[in-house]
């Protein structure tokens, strides 16, 4: 995957971008931290993940959390195909399974099918972000900012997908 600039969508702010590990972000600014992980794929109601994103934005001033996905994600597919017993890929493998079958995503042509898996995850992860009091709370009173975006290889472009509790885009708003 090409180097992804997301200055444009950073703007000034102190800003946390999570994303998957395949994914090559330029690290724009100071201010700027990237925390990574398989597939973009948070874990619900993960302690660990609540105190590691309240650093960010309580030690570190975040005012603006991106979540960034991509396609061609070979974590994601390894995850899908994985037999492993790992209780964090076991988690992440059921929720894709129940995402696919959800949609019905097996009628649909396999370009789109991956287009649309990865667009439903990183809507879910913006979602469960939303799920912490404290980062719901803080979105509300307008003290921090989530966006969604997809990182689009062939042209190295970004589009903005979800923000602040909003679904921007028509493939899966027309689901």
Same mark, same amino acid.
């Given at each position: 995957?090409?180097?992804?600039?997301? @200055?444009?969508? =950073?703007?000034?702010?102190? @800003?946390?971008? &999570?994303? *998957?590990?395949? *994914?090559?972000?330029?690290?724009?600014?100071?201010?700027?931290?990237?925390?990574?992980?398989?597939?973009?794929?948070?874990?619900?109601?993960?302690?660990?993940?609540?105190?590691?994103?309240?650093?960010? &934005?309580?030690?570190?001033? *975040?005012?603006?959390?991106?979540?960034?996905?991509?396609?061609? *994600?070979?974590?994601?597919?390894?995850?899908?195909?994985?037999?492993?017993?790992?209780? @964090?890929?076991?988690?992440?493998?059921?929720?894709?399974?129940?995402?696919?079958?959800?949609?019905?995503?097996?009628? =649909?042509?396999?370009?789109?099918?991956?287009?649309?898996?990865?667009?439903?995850?990183?809507?879910?992860?913006?979602?469960?972000?939303?799920?912490?009091?404290?980062?719901?709370?803080?979105?509300?009173?307008?003290?921090?900012?989530?966006?969604?975006?997809?990182?689009?290889?062939?042209?190295?472009?970004?589009?903005?997908?979800?923000?602040?509790?909003?679904?921007?885009?028509?493939?899966?708003?027309?689901?």
């Amino acid at each position: 995957m090409h180097q992804l600039d997301l @200055t444009p969508v =950073i703007g000034t702010q102190n @800003t946390l971008i &999570i994303s *998957c590990v395949e *994914c090559n972000i330029v690290q724009p600014a100071e201010g700027v931290y990237v925390y990574t992980c398989l597939a973009t794929a948070l874990q619900d109601r993960d302690p660990s993940l609540a105190e590691n994103i309240r650093y960010y &934005i309580e030690g570190k001033g *975040c005012t603006h959390i991106i979540i960034a996905g991509h396609l061609h *994600c070979h974590a994601l597919e390894y995850i899908r195909l994985s037999k492993s017993c790992d209780s @964090t890929i076991s988690s992440i493998k059921s929720y894709l399974n129940d995402l696919e079958s959800e949609n019905h995503l097996n009628l =649909i042509h396999p370009n789109v099918r991956e287009r649309f898996i990865a667009e439903l995850n990183v809507i879910r992860q913006t979602n469960l972000l939303m799920q912490y009091d404290f980062i719901g709370k803080k979105v509300l009173s307008g003290g921090l900012s989530i966006t969604g975006i997809m990182c689009l290889e062939q042209d190295n472009s970004i589009q903005k997908i979800y923000l602040n509790g909003m679904t921007m885009n028509t493939l899966v708003t027309n689901n």
